[in-house]
């Protein structure tokens, strides 16, 4: 019986233990996973296959001194550990030409977390059989992507963490012959058919409205409902910088003016890192334990996410975030707006089903520019009159969430991040979708 992923990672760790000399500390992360993917075209599968990955992350620290490296691990446990003993004489030569780190700051603490989410994933063949019922007459192309993700942590201090999630996403659009489409997403880590088939039904559903003669808008503020996926993409740019203490501190944030409080945002707006019960494991890449932190509280500044880097470097209370600093279980508080109700609540305006290609166009004003690219309608006292031909808006944070916000659903979406660069993200987001009253575009 071969080892588990959790063993192997001991077995590293072990290892790394035995080979230290004296005056020497180490922090060791590991990562793997085994996904099965499947692609779609024309809702029929064009590619199919798996991979199963795991590499490790060894950091090397003496006086004051760090190094690091990054290397592939395999199926051979005495090659692994010949891996181990490679990457580290290679740190011991790099590390004495180095200069001492002034921000170097290590978690001492012996902490130890343990985080298994095994819920059973569908079998693949219901899966197919359930796209080819409810989509098999439709233009669909897309990817599911499924199976558990393991993240370890180790340290020459006595600290040990593992963490293993099953999950899956499958994301996709579905094409109407006028080349509009619908784009489309279900992902989570507890599997519902009837959610899946719901979403198809609905995707089906706004694929017929593409089919109407295009609405022309000329540009100005309209009312507008964002649904979640619309949200995800304004999310996605405060996650740039927004919430970080290195950012802020250095005036590089687009949340600058919220965190010196000199403005605020809607009261209704409520910003957490809910790590606990996401695909996330509860300790950050640096190795500290992570927590839930209250970002924004009733549209105030509340918290930012603090690495040890950063704590060191401004004198902070290091608050279990990663390097990068950016919220890795981003969550909107939900509001009183019940989603069979948005087109009523609505009116007249824009159906904004996603946004695409943010960028910030005023940084410090948390001003951003993107385009309505997929399946945004016009609404005309509370019905759908057909779609609007892709328009870039323009608008300030401030404002979406601020003075013009009127609501947010009562219900929301579990987004998880479909990136598969070099492997499978943990990223996730939890949001509603908000009813504006005014949005402003551009051309």
């Known amino acids: 019986m071969s080892a588990t992923p959790q063993q192997r990672f001991e077995d590293l760790t072990g290892a790394l233990r035995d080979a230290l000399q004296a005056g020497e500390q180490f922090t060791l992360g590991y990562s793997a996973e ?23 992350h060894l950091r090397l620290i003496r006086d004051g001194r760090q190094a690091e490296q990054h290397f592939t691990l395999g199926d051979d446990p005495q090659l692994d550990r010949q891996r181990l003993r490679d990457a580290l004489a290679q740190l011991r030569q790099i590390l004495p030409l180095l200069p001492v780190d002034p921000y170097l700051r290590l978690d ?19 899966v197919l059989g359930l796209i080819e019922r409810e989509a098999g007459d439709l233009d669909l192309v897309g990817i599911y992507a499924a199976g558990p993700i393991c993240r370890g942590f180790a340290s020459s201090f006595g600290a040990f963490g593992w963490h293993q999630a099953n999950s899956f996403n499958f994301d996709w659009s579905l094409f109407h012959a006028n080349g509009q489409a619908v784009k489309a997403n ?40 964002l649904a979640p996926a619309a949200m995800d993409e304004i999310a996605g740019m405060l996650c740039w910088g927004g919430f970080s ?22 009261p209704q707006v409520g910003f957490d890192e809910q790590v606990s019960g996401s695909l996330s494991p509860p300790f950050s890449d640096e190795g500290s334990p992570r927590q839930d932190v209250r970002l924004i509280h009733e549209g105030r500044a ?26 890795c279980a981003l969550s909107l508080a939900p509001g009183h707006l019940p989603s069979a109700q948005v087109l009523e609540r609505l009116g007249t305006g824009l159906y904004i089903s996603n946004l695409w290609y943010l960028n910030y166009s005023d940084l410090p004003a948390a001003r951003m520019t993107g385009l309505t690219r997929f399946a945004t309608f016009w609404v005309q006292d509370g019905c759908i009159q057909g779609p609007v031909g892709t328009m870039r808006f323009d608008d300030s944070l401030y404002n979406l969430l601020g003075s013009q916000l009127e609501d947010l659903t009562r219900e929301r979406e579990l987004i998880l991040s479909t990136s598969t660069y070099g492997q499978r993200s943990t990223g996730s987001s939890h949001l509603p979708g908000a009813l504006v009253k005014a949005l402003t575009l551009t051309l």
Request: charged share 20%; proline share 3%; aromatic share 8%.
């Open 186 to 225: 279900y992902a989570g880590q507890v599997w519902d058919s009837a959610a899946l088939v719901a979403r198809l039904r609905q995707a089906r559903e706004q694929l017929d409205f593409l089919g109407r003669p295009a609405i022309i808008l000329k540009p100005g503020s309209y009312r507008a409902y």
């Open 245 to 266: 203490a290195q950012a802020l501190a250095t005036g590089n944030s687009a949340l600058q003016r919220l965190y010196t409080g000199d403005a605020s945002l809607s």
């Open 34 to 56: 085994h996904s099965q993917f499947i692609r779609f075209n024309h809702a029929r599968v064009r590619q199919a296959g798996e991979v199963a990955q795991a590499s490790a």
């Open 108 to 126: 001492e603490s012996a902490w130890h977390s343990h985080n298994l989410q095994a819920a059973a994933l569908p079998d693949c063949a219901d």
């Open 302 to 327: 509340h918290a930012r996410l603090v690495s040890a880097r950063s704590a060191a470097e401004f004198d902070l209370q290091a608050n279990g975030a990663d390097s990068f600093e950016s919220p």
